[in-house]
């Protein structure tokens, strides 16, 4: 529940609220598509929903958006899961990502850092010769639309130069971070068959060389559907034989010819986390991706020519999608390769300071560390240049909101966002004319008809639900890569609320129309049939300094009954006595409530988490309920598998017990 009227943490103020661009397209779409030109966001985004074609429509003609062919409608068949977007339409992805190249040719495009923290600049005239010449080599490889690249690859602008190739051939891009081990990254890439993958030779994080020829030579002996191998040597290693270099196809000073595509046509696949089994390998589409990319980085995050957008990402994560479309709108994007507590916990602020960033992105989980290790962005920093902090990963805390407040600028717009690699933008988070309130995500994003229902299906307002979306988005997946029927689609999202986007997030959405995200509702907390999220008992128990991470799980006994242990990772020299259980306790029921007070607390070597580093919570809870850990979890999807161990060993021991 909410508190009635609380005060907001910032406000922005009235020069902020006009210039902000989602002002001036407000006002646009006002004159030309009959957009309500009173009454601020709420009644712009109560329009983006009501009248949805319009609202898209406006986004193309607003962001001049280059269709080669014209749509013959904005939606087709607006069913989901299933629905057509710009039928008829073709365009090109990468074409619109240079675009600044014509204007700002000698302006830079991409800022790379590594752990040196030393900013090293390519010019969107660079970008578009190597995208030109790259894009060149790989159609005389054969490469045509359709099929797949791959890429084994930190965050570096070799990364962003073979998406960009890719896309302008019309072929379908896929990736995974180099720190992901052959079976993780075999795992995703043989579902797909990719022709050509690119590769480095290995990473440095941490201060440390990470050498990966190794891994390299088993994805080229398991895919076999692999026709060229491009070898990047971020170490300096020779090319391996058989591999072509980078530089051999990137010399050439080649104008890039960009295939037209239909609006629907792949641009790349993410994958899902994985715990549970294969991950899903989730297809978007390269008009879907342009149009709510431009939405979300030029109207949401007000990013355009003379920002610099920074978010810390892996080439694993859709975040890194992301930031790559940070050049749809003409902002430089900042590239980090390296560890984000390197040399000290405060690297990426000296990496935002060093690089000039306007927009600096990040997980909530970094916020909180730098809480815990006593970093002071503001003290030891010129972040000056920065108007907004955004978050994402998992729920920012209160106490995250409220640290980035004291801790870099009191008038510092604070942006919690939510959305998924299922539709690679957010449902809710960063809207730069309205209030920040402690905890809560803005609001429900333009085109968005986000929900908060019960079981039944009935909305719910001040109180929590499941995520639901009841309209077509345009980045939702086209399909899923092997799902022909598209039944493993359709169950992923749609079964539980035919036609209705589930997306699995337990939510409040409040009367003020911001947003509250409690966690994940497919590991659902259940106590005496009251749900509750278990972000909110992290964001409790992680105040104590003792506490590094904690995991709560909840299991359905065979006696009717229900246990519900919080597993804690300590810190350094704290200890689990009687005061520490005490203290825990009475910190979750005081802030939360009774019945969110677990029936045991226990000390644990670690959280397991995914590889991009959220907390596996659904495996843990199967492995409690006795399933073998080789069928609760995909190996290669978890960053520890021993830690997942300690859980099997627990279980067996309750088991004994209870027999006993």
């Not at 607006?78 to 600044?100: D, I, K, S, V």
């Not at 994080?205 to 692999?226: F, I, N, Q, T, W």
């Not at 905890?439 to 333009?446: R, S, T």
């Not at 999220?533 to 229900?562: F, M, T």
């Amino acid at each position: 529940m909410t508190t009635a009227n609380p005060s907001p943490l910032w406000q922005p103020d009235p020069q902020r609220i006009a210039q902000a661009r989602i002002t001036t397209f407000q006002a646009w779409a006002a004159e030309h598509h009959g957009a309500p030109a009173e009454g601020g966001y709420p009644a712009l985004h109560r329009w983006s929903v009501d009248e949805l074609e319009t609202f898209w429509r406006a986004v193309t003609e607003w962001f001049d958006v280059r269709f080669s062919t014209p749509f013959t409608r904005v939606l087709g068949d607006r069913a989901m899961p299933g629905a057509q977007w710009f039928p008829g339409a073709t365009l090109n992805y990468a074409e619109h990502a240079l675009r600044a190249a014509a204007t700002r040719a000698d302006e830079p495009a991409l800022l790379h850092v590594d752990e040196t923290h030393e900013p090293r600049p390519v010019t969107w005239a660079e970008l578009r010769r190597q995208v030109g010449s790259l894009a060149a080599e790989l159609r005389a490889l054969g490469v045509r639309p359709g099929d797949r690249v791959s890429g084994y690859l930190p965050n570096i602008p070799q990364a962003a130069v073979a998406l960009l190739a890719t896309a302008a051939v019309g072929a379908v891009w896929t990736s995974c971070a180099p720190d992901f081990g052959a079976r993780s990254v075999l795992d995703r890439f043989q579902q797909v068959e990719p022709v050509v993958l690119f590769t480095v030779d290995g990473y440095r994080y941490g201060g440390k060389e990470h050498d990966r020829r190794a891994v390299v030579a088993e994805l080229r002996r398991e895919l076999p559907s692999l026709r060229a191998v491009v070898h990047i040597p971020l170490l300096g290693t020779e090319p391996p034989e058989g591999a072509l270099e980078w530089s051999a196809l990137t010399g050439a000073d080649t104008e890039p010819v960009f295939e037209q595509v239909p609006f629907d046509h792949p641009l790349w696949v993410l994958y899902s986390s994985g715990t549970t089994g294969l991950p899903k390998a989730i297809v978007q589409s390269q008009g879907g991706i342009l149009v709510e990319h431009l939405k979300q980085l030029g109207l949401h995050s007000d990013l355009g020519p003379g920002d610099r957008f920074f978010w810390y990402t892996s080439t694993g994560w859709m975040m890194w999608n992301f930031l790559v479309s940070g050049l749809l709108v003409g902002a430089t994007i900042v590239l980090y390769d390296g560890s984000p507590g390197h040399p000290e916990p405060g690297a990426q602020w000296r990496v935002a300071e060093r690089t000039g960033a306007t927009f600096f992105g990040t997980s909530a989980a970094y916020v909180m560390a730098c809480r815990k290790n006593d970093v002071h962005p503001a003290r030891d920093y010129d972040l000056s240049r920065i108007r907004c902090v955004a978050t994402t990963g998992s729920p920012l805390p209160p106490d995250g909101f409220r640290w980035l407040h004291d801790e870099v600028r009191a008038d510092l717009w604070i942006a919690s966002v939510s959305g998924g690699t299922d539709v690679c933008s957010c449902f809710a988070g960063a809207v730069p004319t309205l209030p920040v309130y402690t905890g809560e995500l803005q609001a429900a994003c333009l085109g968005t008809d986000l929900q908060s229902w019960d079981p039944a299906g009935k909305p719910l307002t001040d109180e929590v639900g499941e995520l639901v979306v009841t309209n077509p988005m345009p980045s939702m997946p086209i399909r899923f890569w092997n799902d022909p029927d598209g039944s493993r689609y359709h169950d992923s999202y749609f079964a539980m609320y035919p036609g209705v986007w589930r997306h699995g997030d337990w939510i409040t959405l409040t009367s003020r129309g911001s947003v509250i995200i409690h966690g994940r509702s497919d590991s659902t907390l259940n106590r005496q049939g009251v749900r509750m999220g278990s972000a909110d008992i992290y964001e409790a128990v992680e105040r104590l300094p003792e506490i590094k991470e904690s995991l709560v799980i909840g299991l359905e006994q065979p006696d009717g009954g229900y246990w519900m242990p919080l597993f804690v990772h300590l810190t350094p020299g704290a200890v689990l006595d009687e005061d520490l259980v005490t203290r825990i306790k009475r910190t979750i029921r005081e802030q939360l409530s009774p019945r969110h007070v677990p029936d045991e607390i226990i000390e644990v070597p670690g959280v397991p988490h995914t590889l991009t580093g959220k907390r596996i919570e659904v495996p843990v809870k199967r492995l409690l309920q006795g399933t073998p850990l080789d069928k609760a979890v995909n190996p290669g999807s978890v960053d520890d598998l021993d830690l997942l161990r300690f859980y099997e060993d627990l279980a067996r021991t309750r088991a004994r017990r209870t027999r006993a």
